[in-house]
DNA sequence: CGAAAATTTGACATGACTCAACTGGAGTGG
DNA sequence: CCACTCCAGTTGAGTCATGTCAAATTTTCG
């Protein structure tokens, strides 16, 4: 069960967790399935876990006034979702997290995962460098927003997620991409 | 000197430094100025610095094909630069860094900064609460991007960042919404 | 098969951009 | 103190990219 976990961590620190190591991570973390558009969070909760993705498909996604959505990660399989100001402050979320595959996780509450930084130092490193590889990918993800077309940003999207063109519809990534379905409709068919 | 950066360690952390951890966080960090229009980084550089800002104000912009500047960052007092991919990778960066007023800072080097980890525990705890809030922030600002129209965005920042208004021109704060400097004179105008 | 979801297409509206001209300071040097 | 330049900001006209709305078509899947 826990061994994506496991893997994960020692692709991302190098580290091998010790099997007391591996006993404390397992036990830190809750299993927990949602099945297709299952909530795992929604506007006004206050997020109580991270989780880590071992099987399955999410979207996190803010509501307009007109009731529009604007998704702000989509995530597969080894990602990592959850709201972090929510979590970190306590306070209610903005946004909507739901599963659009079913999908397999590993929940983990902020006292455990700060009881885990203490006994399982991989677990510190490990949290060092997702938020490391965060904060690159969403100044990236802020660059294209204010200085690319939106042809270009799907061209950009497209080269550096092209998995995610197979596993989400279109219109979830047009909603990403901040474009209307029918104007990514219009750029595929250009750019054929 | 480094009286502000105690003080900012203080203020985030909670924790007060001892004199001989002063002396570290001292021997550490390099000062320097810069001149208004000189450059802090320059596109195709490695970031080989982190820098804490003690006076004056900042700027960290792309170019694009056209030759047109988007604002990735405006930063003052008690802010961080640096551009993290370059820093941590050692990549060339592709964004610009100058002054926009004369400014002091504080200049930390990557294997300083471990260093630093190890030696002061505030630090990392410091590096952490930054990238929370880093993290945070540029949430906000992702979704603003892809769901606010740009009359939204304005007062969004307006209410953000009031002290910016007043700190940086109007075709600055244009182009870090990612729109036009007459866009957003026509916006002003309105709003009156 | 049949219903729901996703995508495409067309006509039209509009928000934002471009380009160019103009206005109004804030220096700067003679 | 004036003339000059530089820079920021404003304004207008025309254009373009993208959005909106509605309908048609295709795909997915129970």
Redesign the interface.
């Known amino acids: 069960m826990h061994a994506a976990l496991y893997h994960y961590i020692n692709q991302y620190t190098g580290v091998t967790l010790t099997n007391p190591e591996q006993e404390l991570v397992k036990n830190a973390f809750t299993p927990k399935k949602l099945r297709r558009k299952q909530y795992f969070l929604q506007e006004g909760d206050v997020c109580r876990y991270l989780a880590f993705i071992l099987k399955g498909a999410t979207r996190q996604y803010?509501v307009?006034e007109k009731g529009?959505e604007?998704?702000?990660q989509l995530a597969v399989e080894n990602w990592w979702i959850g709201d972090?100001?929510s979590y970190?402050m306590l306070t209610p979320t903005?946004y909507n997290i739901d599963a659009w595959e079913d999908t397999e996780l590993l929940l983990i509450a902020k006292a455990d995962l700060h009881q885990l930084y203490q006994e399982v130092p991989a677990i510190l490193l490990m949290a060092r460098q997702m938020?490391?590889r965060?904060?690159?990918a969403?100044?990236?993800?802020?660059?294209a927003?204010?200085?690319f077309s939106a042809e270009k940003r799907y061209a950009d999207f497209a080269a550096t997620h092209p998995e995610f063109l197979q596993r989400f519809p279109q219109h979830l990534i047009a909603?990403?991409?901040?474009i209307t379905k029918e104007t990514l409709s219009r750029i595929r068919k250009q750019a054929i």
């Open positions: 803010s307009d529009a604007h998704i702000l972090r100001e970190m903005i938020d490391d965060h904060s690159m969403i100044q990236r993800r802020v660059n927003a204010i200085s909603s990403y991409l901040g």
